[in-house]
């Protein structure tokens, strides 16, 4: 059973910065994807930033590209997401995503919602102009 524990929300103003974390457990690290995505009320589920395991490479949406920073650290097992320059349309339920199949390799983006396998409860981001 793998399981990915999201932490890190909160509420700022236009211009802020958070950081959200994404503590993984119970698999081997191998190579695949994490990714975080997103979903504002009323909205699809968004990919906005992935990376891919074995050598480091990213992904980011048009939406968060130069704005968000996606990292990992494989003696902790978590996956980071910094933040900045937060805007109001930044404002979500972010969830952390994990697949085995390494979609973001293959697609050379973030991938789909349907294209994850595991996914972590979420953590709201609220940014207030």
């Known amino acids: 059973q793998i399981n990915l524990v999201e932490s890190g929300g909160g509420s700022v103003q236009t211009g802020g910065s958070l950081v959200l974390s994404c503590a993984a457990s119970g698999w081997s690290y191998t190579s695949n994807c994490l990714a975080w995505f997103r979903q504002a009320p009323g909205q699809p589920r968004e990919g906005v930033a992935a990376i891919y395991k074995r050598d480091g490479t990213t992904y980011y949406s048009d939406s968060v590209k130069g704005r968000f920073t996606v990292s990992q650290d494989k003696v902790k097992r978590t996956l980071s997401l910094r933040m900045d320059s937060l805007q109001p349309e930044d404002t979500a339920m972010y969830y952390c995503?994990?697949?085995?199949?390494?979609?973001?390799?293959?697609?050379?983006?973030?991938?789909?919602?349907?294209?994850?396998?595991?996914w972590g409860q979420g953590t709201q981001v609220t940014v207030s102009s």
């Open positions: 995503a994990a697949d085995r199949q390494a979609p973001c390799f293959y697609r050379q983006s973030v991938g789909s919602q349907n294209e994850y396998e595991f």
